[in-house]
């Protein structure tokens, strides 16, 4: 099914490990988003990147840093994960025309446990 | 600061009723509404997107309401189906900013055969 793909689907990482999480999407989109997912919360935007080259931060950017590389990829990288970080990550892409007619895409997710 | 509210949490019907989800939230200068379906394990589905211009919009068994001054929106589900259990999410998009999109933290539905 083509659209965006989240690598690893699982993964269990120690108290102060690094990782990183990587998004690709064969859209063609121009904006693509990371989110988190925990119990009782909702969806939460952790960094954005409306273009190739540029990055900003969401509303829970703190323990995460992001590389926009090219328009396909866009990781997230853990520097040292704490078990705060224990959650579903999405990454979303947006089509260049979105106005609010066209709906975001959503990968499967990354079920990331901290221990 | 938007807020997006989904209740109940959960609900549980029986196969053939009709259903209605509800979604609020608290500042009415969205862009747009958009209501999403997550199965388990899965990401998330778009059903539904209706801009703040907007009152309504269907896809086949589903109509989706939209009313910006009292901020709130349902989801009308209409002769459920045992396919149609997962949990069901709201998102607002902001009017202005970088699209910012908030969203609810969902209804489960469970649709018993």
Known sequence: NAGVTQTPKFQVLKTGQS????????????????????PGMGLRLIYYSASEGTTDKG?????YNVS?????????????????????YFCAAVPP????????????GTRLTVT | KQEVTQIP?????????????????????????????????KGLTSLLLIQSSQREQ???????????SSGRSTLYIAASQPGDSATYLCAVKHSGGYQKVTFGTGTKLQVIP
């Not at chain 1, 990183?20 to 121009?30: R, Y």
Request: aromatic fraction near 10%; charge should be negative; include cysteine.
């Open chain 1, 19 to 38: 990782m990183t999480l990587q998004c690709a999407q064969d859209m063609n989109h121009n904006s693509m988003y990371w989110y988190r997912q925990d």
């Open chain 1, 59 to 63: 509303e829970v950017p703190n323990g």
């Open chain 1, 68 to 88: 926009r590389l090219n328009k396909r990829e866009f990781s997230l990288r853990l520097e040292s994960a704490a078990p705060s970080q224990t959650s579903v």
């Open chain 1, 97 to 108: 025309e979105f106005s609010g007619v066209v709906p975001l895409h959503f990968g499967n």
């Open chain 2, 9 to 41: 949490a959960a609900l549980s019907v029986p196969e053939g009723e009709n259903l209605v989800l509800n979604c609020s939230f608290t500042d009415s200068a969205i862009y747009n509404l958009q209501w999403f379906r997550q199965d388990p394990g």
């Open chain 2, 58 to 68: 269907t896809s086949g068994r589903l109509n989706a309401s939209l009313d910006k």
